[in-house]
């Protein structure tokens, strides 16, 4: 996708069109930061070194510091820069998960992270974030004039793009693989394509993802695991010895087969599902209230609890009514963004704010799918919150886009002069009037 020329415009006349801060959002985020910061610091005692209890709280506070820059810089631009730089960032976005199968390092079973200035980053929360961000820019051209639909040619390219994201994904792991997927779909039917063409689309995807799912369970290696790989596949309730020689897939399909035993519940505690068990444990220690900030009592046993499950000890300090009521935030930022889609003039400020939004919240979903005993394991951070700074600046990036369409995009309520003034300001290519729109 190649950069295009943003319009010139009258810059008197910019200075007329409203500015509004959206106090929903900032506050969900603060929210979501507060908690972050006290929860982390209880749930990364088995990251402690030398006694420096601080050192993990403090590390991840500087990415929260960074993305609170970042997001507030972003929100004061208007989104149509951010329209511009888009295909900038999924060539960046690319260009690390390509440079990660060369040079990266393995976490949790597969290629996932890349080192830069010392920094392990993962590129599959940038691609997450591409992804929603590529569906906007082509939706928003795409648009079929006089009907609620998109072109044929933009449900190619939605396709080609969406296929294109997730095979990068597909390598590491089934969950990231899953999540730009429902982002994709859910964006189609935000952008205003047809339900004939999302069927075909829903058809297609169905066809291949079975076809890549069956071909990576029979792909066989003759790779040898190595004693990391066997402790996190032992961690991961997988047994090395069923596993080595043989493609990703039949770890998913294993996973799977074990979630949706019907026995389950009779199994006891042993090596094989320490992590899930653990994490029943600590939910139900927690109790409606919890047992109190920093008296976990499963933190230092729980693998991965100040990432993978870290929703696990936040019930069982603060209590299944404050896990009710972070879930409730996640939502909101889901339920806010669609109210502002329904108001926006233009296309192209609702798909950017209803794909950052899908990003952020369909990850949370899966984290406390996944932690709650609803999906099978895997791992998937819970935005903000878990430890992992790249993926806090991933969100706050997501964040800042969603404060810039509702900072500057013009909404039904305003002037005509003001929705004129907002499409003059967009490529002539990106104005389209928003499907998702409620005349008010």
Same mark, same amino acid.
């Given at each position: ?6 319009? =010139? ?34 749930a ?29 810089l972003?929100?004061? !631009? ?14 960046? @976005? ?9 040079v ?5 079973? *597969? ?11 993962l ?9 929603? !961000? ?35 994904l ?24 047809g339900? %004939? ?5 829903? #058809? ?14 029979? &792909?066989?290696? =003759? ?11 032992t ?18 399909? #294993? ?10 519940? !009779?199994d ?31 933190? #230092? ?22 896990? &009710? ?11 806010? @963004?669609?109210? !502002? ?23 949370? &979903? ?20 878990? %430890?992992?700074?790249? @993926? ?10 969603m404060?810039?369409? *509702?900072r ?8 005509g ?18 499907? #998702?729109?409620?005349? =008010?």
């Amino acid at each position: 996708m190649s950069s295009p020329a943003v319009a =010139e415009i009258d810059e008197s006349a910019v200075k007329t069109n409203k500015v509004r801060t959206d106090h929903h959002l900032w506050g969900t985020y603060i929210i979501l930061v507060i908690i972050a910061i006290i929860e982390l610091f209880s749930a990364s005692i088995q990251e402690v070194n030398d006694g420096d209890i601080f050192r993990p709280i403090v590390r991840h506070g500087g990415f929260i510091l960074g993305g609170l820059v970042c997001m507030f810089l972003i929100q004061k !631009l208007h989104y149509r820069y951010v329209y511009a730089l888009i295909p900038l960032y999924v060539v960046f @976005s690319v260009g690390l998960m390509i440079a990660v199968r060369f040079v990266g390092s393995e976490i949790n079973g *597969a290629v996932r992270a890349i080192r830069i200035a010392g920094i392990p980053v993962l590129p599959a929360e940038f691609m997450k974030l591409a992804a929603a !961000l590529g569906m906007a820019w082509i939706l928003s051209r795409n648009q079929m004039k006089g009907a609620r639909d998109v072109t044929t040619r933009g449900l190619v390219y939605c396709l080609l793009f969406l296929f294109f994201c997730a095979g990068l994904l597909f390598s590491q792991g089934l969950s990231n693989t899953i999540v730009v997927m429902a982002i994709g779909f859910s964006m189609m039917l935000v952008g205003g394509m047809g339900w %004939k063409k999302f069927g075909i689309a829903l #058809a297609i995807t169905i066809v291949l993802g079975g076809g890549a799912i069956g071909a990576k369970t029979v &792909l066989s290696s =003759e790779k040898k695991l190595t004693p990391e790989q066997e402790m996190v596949y032992t961690l991961n309730k997988e047994r090395p010895e069923e596993i080595g020689g043989h493609g990703r897939g039949s770890t998913w399909m #294993a996973r799977v087969k074990r979630h949706f035993r019907s026995d389950k519940h !009779l199994d006891k505690f042993d090596i094989d599902n320490q992590q899930e068990q653990l994490s029943y444990i600590a939910q139900a220690h927690g109790g409606l209230t919890g047992v109190g900030i920093g008296r976990s009592r499963e933190n #230092a046993r729980l693998p991965l609890a100040f990432s993978d499950y870290i929703y696990a000890i936040i019930i069982e300090e603060m209590g299944l009514f404050v896990g &009710l009521g972070i879930l409730i935030c996640y939502l909101w930022i889901l339920g806010r @963004s669609a109210k !502002l889609t329904m108001r926006f003039k233009q296309t192209l400020p609702g798909v950017l704010v209803m794909g950052c939004a899908f990003t952020i919240v369909f990850q949370a &979903l899966f984290h406390m799918a996944i932690v709650s005993g609803v999906f099978p394991v895997s791992g998937q951070p819970l935005p903000l919150i878990s %430890k992992g700074g790249i @993926s806090v600046l991933a969100t706050s990036l997501a964040f800042g886009v969603m404060l810039s369409c *509702a900072r500057h995009a013009a909404r039904t309520t305003d002037t005509g002069a003001d929705q004129r003034i907002d499409a003059e300001m967009l490529p002539e290519n990106a104005r389209s009037e928003n499907p #998702a729109m409620v005349e =008010e």
